[in-house]
């Protein structure tokens, strides 16, 4: 009896579930970050039909498979989106080859028990014996977009015999998870179907096509032997470093200390902007050029005489460039975007279009078939086809009022009686003949030759010559604010405009295929100011004048050069930074890679003041060229390049995430060999691992766990872990725990914090759903101060983290923290970091985030 109830207990599969994960197919699943170790959820399913109404997860579901009998099976699986159903030849997992499988691409789809949309779905004759069990594998990946499930059925090599889902009766789990924490993995099998080794970055070609993946000397710089810096004492003097965009003193009001960050310059590029995402955010090319107010007049023209087709929203910037060959304007060239042009605005109303209608009989048989689907598929199509209401209420707003039609109205009546008198005019060449209405078209009512008359109103010739340049054009765009996709009512025409396409006269368009333009160089960095603009979140870093930079380098590698003759040769510029301030000169950080006489490379990483030159104006910009460079040493402004930085890292049942985080740890030490960061992962009550163990385990050289009983935001938690570090010299770095850190993050941190002067606000990229660090589609978080490096003594001497306003919420505490950072005295360093990454993840569960129960 206690046999067959377990036994019983055991008739169910492991179910792991990804949640919050974009894409449709099995191999956007294999990126995500915790595939296949570490699932969001793990629990079990009685049968292998699931369907949770949800959307962006992923599924993987094994166990073992029991046949009921022995002979030949065939399997069959259908799902929405993609799936893949592996069986074993026996229990191992070993042994598992792919059965069936619903598309690979991502397009492919089926209704739930529609088994034979594709060839794949159904498997190859598969022998089986009842007394034995195979282990089975189903993956599934669902989008946010119809209705998700996937099953898998089997039935026997029988004629007449149909296909039944897999059920309780004939499966059982691999192991029992219940009692397992969310890093007990070793478990978990690791198979052909699940397992995936990781992607290479390669140096050569980006696998996404994004530059700032490429390889730049950035990237290893750190592992160059550093110049030491008491031999670089004398170089150059020491001068009073106190820049005059410091606030110290300065009252500011909430919040308003953003308004006094600024960017950095660099050089060379390090192709920070995210120019793959500028089709999401155009905020690098501005609507004030002269081309696009050229379009705009055009435009604006067009619609005058109510004969333009409407563009998609998006598409007139896009084009902006790639039509000016179209234009015969050579003479016009773009001024740059600050000097904008006062020209007419494009008239907000646009004239009414007509919508392609669908034949009566078509439009019958379309709503019996919305009114009365097949039943198995009357739930899918709630999901996957558009709804209908919406087209047929926008038809009903768009339908003209005969017995008062308005001026759009009035003029395509106008419009359909000059088409109807240029239709009688044209001969079999397609040519105008003016000459047989010469009393119709020549002659006006002022006596103008450019118009002609129809009716009792005067019609510019141009737009009779526009309407059968119009007569070329066979698709009509679909109307802004129409549904773009497969929408069901959008597909055909009607009998009178199929008429009229087919008998009406059809000409090409000419090609001016000599026409050329001019163009003066276009250079939108120099454009740019160093202030944060928080709606362009694609712009990457300042770039540099190069001129600026090699002047800079050249004064300097000539005082170094005079103080140590024939000892140093410049190798490569890596890195320049500059602060510029316009009123008292700006600061260099100059890293670069030098060579010894004896050959050994050394790395040269030094802050540097150019003093403003009196003769200068008050607002103008050091000039590179510059020969009376006054080059000396920022005083007290040096970097620690053996400071210890403290990374702070509040956690709640994120085991997942903790893994990685420690993971990473493991990898930039293995990867520098700097001993000197320490990671302290602030606990509150965590239940999903233990933290401490977890760093025992691990290969950090320093590290250490404290449980945190209080409840409260992870700002708070993050400030209460600072009591850890015990050294005021250090550097304490806010840190959060879905980061992937480039290799030389640790220094890059060390050389931005500079003790009573200077903190580092680093940017991040914000990974969107489903991308990864080597597919980095995102945004660069420019709002966002959470992530902060600043050393303890002057996070101490400010007061700290406001931890009474900031208790149990969070949401502003890293700008209040910022403002008071600024009025201490200090400055801010912002820069956007390459392959800096903040990875998306799910939010499910994270600390006060409750489930909604289904009642």
Request: hydrophobic share 30%; charged share 25%; net charge negative.
């Amino acid at each position: 009896m206690r046999y067959w109830i377990s036994l019983c207990r055991d008739r169910m599969a492991n179910l792991h579930i990804f949640e919050d994960w974009c894409g449709t197919s099995i191999s956007q699943l294999q990126k995500n970050l915790h595939y296949p170790l570490y699932p969001h959820t793990r629990t079990t399913v009685k049968k292998l039909a699931v369907s949770p109404s949800w959307t962006n997860y992923g599924l993987r579901i094994f166990g073992y498979i029991h046949p009921y009998t022995d002979g030949d099976f065939l399997f069959a699986v259908a799902s929405d989106d993609n799936s893949e159903f592996w069986l074993s030849e026996d229990e191992n997992p070993d042994n598992l080859k792919l059965r069936a499988y619903v598309g690979k691409t991502g397009r492919e789809w089926t209704a739930p028990g529609e088994y034979g949309k594709y060839a794949s779905q159904i498997s190859d004759l598969i022998p089986l014996q009842k007394n034995n069990k195979y282990f089975f594998e189903l993956i599934h990946k669902q989008n946010d977009q119809g209705t998700d499930h996937v099953e898998v059925a089997w039935k026997l090599k029988q004629i007449g015999s149909g296909f039944s889902i897999i059920d309780s009766k004939f499966i059982s789990l691999y192991t029992n998870e219940s009692s397992l924490k969310t890093v007990d993995v070793n478990h978990i099998p690791q198979t052909f179907a699940s397992h995936v080794t990781p992607p290479q970055r390669s140096s050569e070609t980006p696998p996404h096509g994004v530059d700032m993946l490429r390889a730049d000397p950035r990237d290893s710089f750190h592992q160059v032997p550093l110049l030491d810096k008491a031999r670089l004492q004398g170089v150059l003097p020491d001068c009073i470093y106190n820049p005059s965009y410091i606030i110290k003193g300065y009252p500011l009001i909430r919040y308003q200390g953003l308004q006094f960050v600024h960017l950095t310059y660099v050089y060379p590029n390090d192709y920070t902007r995210l120019t793959h995402m500028e089709s999401d955010n155009r905020c690098f090319y501005h609507d004030f050029d002269d081309y696009s107010m050229q379009r705009r007049r055009k435009l604006s023209s067009v619609q005058k005489h109510g004969r333009i087709r409407k563009k998609r929203e998006d598409g007139e910037l896009d084009n902006r460039f790639q039509q000016m060959d179209q234009d015969n304007q050579p003479k016009a060239i773009q001024k740059p975007p600050e000097e904008p042009q006062n020209h007419p605005e494009v008239p907000k109303q646009q004239p009414r279009k007509k919508k392609k209608r669908r034949r009566p009989e078509q439009n019958q048989q379309d709503q019996h078939y919305l009114q009365n689907p097949p039943s198995e598929v009357k739930n899918y199509d709630q999901g996957k086809e558009k709804d209908s209401h919406r087209y047929q209420n926008h038809v009903m707003e768009n339908i003209p009022d005969q017995q008062n039609p308005g001026p759009a109205q009035r003029e395509d009546l106008l419009k359909s009686e000059v088409k109807h008198q240029v239709n009688q005019s044209l001969n079999k060449d397609g040519r105008i003949e003016l000459h047989q209405h010469k009393a119709k078209y020549r002659n006006s009512s002022d006596g103008n030759p450019n118009l002609v008359a129809v009716g009792d109103r005067n019609i510019p010739v141009e737009s009779i010559r526009e309407e059968i340049h119009d007569s070329a054009i066979h698709i009509e765009e679909v109307e802004d604010g129409g549904d773009e996709e497969d929408t069901w009512a959008n597909q055909g025409y009607s009998e009178e405009d199929d008429y009229d396409l087919l008998n009406r006269a059809v000409f090409d368009v000419e090609v001016k295929w000599s026409q050329t333009f001019q163009a003066k160089p276009l250079d939108l960095h120099a454009l740019r100011t160093d202030w944060i603009d928080l709606k362009c979140n694609v712009s990457g870093n300042m770039l540099l004048e190069e001129s600026e930079a090699l002047s800079v380098v050249e004064a300097f590698m000539k005082k170094l050069n005079k103080k140590f003759p024939r000892q140093f040769s410049l190798e490569r510029i890596v890195n320049i930074e500059k602060k510029p301030d316009y009123n008292r000169g700006s600061r260099y950080l100059l890293e670069l890679d030098l060579q010894e006489a004896s050959g050994r490379h050394l790395r040269l990483v030094q802050y540097i003041y150019v003093k403003r030159t009196e003769d200068q104006g008050f607002h103008k910009k050091q000039k590179g060229q510059d020969a009376e460079l006054k080059l000396c040493n920022p005083y007290s402004f040096y970097w620690n390049p053996t400071a210890t930085v403290h990374f702070i890292i509040p956690v709640k049942n994120q085991a997942r995430w903790v893994q990685q985080f420690i993971s990473d740890m493991e990898e930039l030490y293995r990867t520098t060999g700097d001993q000197n960061f320490n990671v302290i992962i602030i606990d509150y009550e965590s239940t999903d691992m233990n933290i401490e163990q977890a760093l025992q385990n691990s290969y950090l050289p320093r590290y250490r766990a404290e449980l945190i009983q209080d409840d409260g935001c992870h700002s708070v938690l993050a400030y209460k872990g600072l009591s850890l570090s015990q050294d005021d010299h250090s550097i304490v770095f806010l840190c959060d725990l879905h980061i992937h850190f480039p290799p030389g993050f640790i220094d890059t941190v060390r050389k931005h914090c500079v003790e009573r002067h200077m903190a580092f606000a680093p940017i991040v990229m914000r990974l969107n759903c489903g991308a990864t660090p080597l597919e980095p589609d995102g945004y660069w978080e420019v709002n966002g101060f959470g992530l902060l490096g600043i050393y303890k003594s002057d996070l101490d001497s400010i007061g700290g983290m406001n931890t009474k306003e900031f208790t149990d919420r969070w949401g502003g505490e890293d700008w209040e923290l910022l403002d008071r950072i600024l009025q201490g005295g200090l400055e801010v360093e912002r820069l956007y970091l390459r392959n800096f990454f903040h990875h998306f993840h799910s939010k499910r569960g994270m600390w006060n985030r409750q489930v909604l129960r289904n009642t």
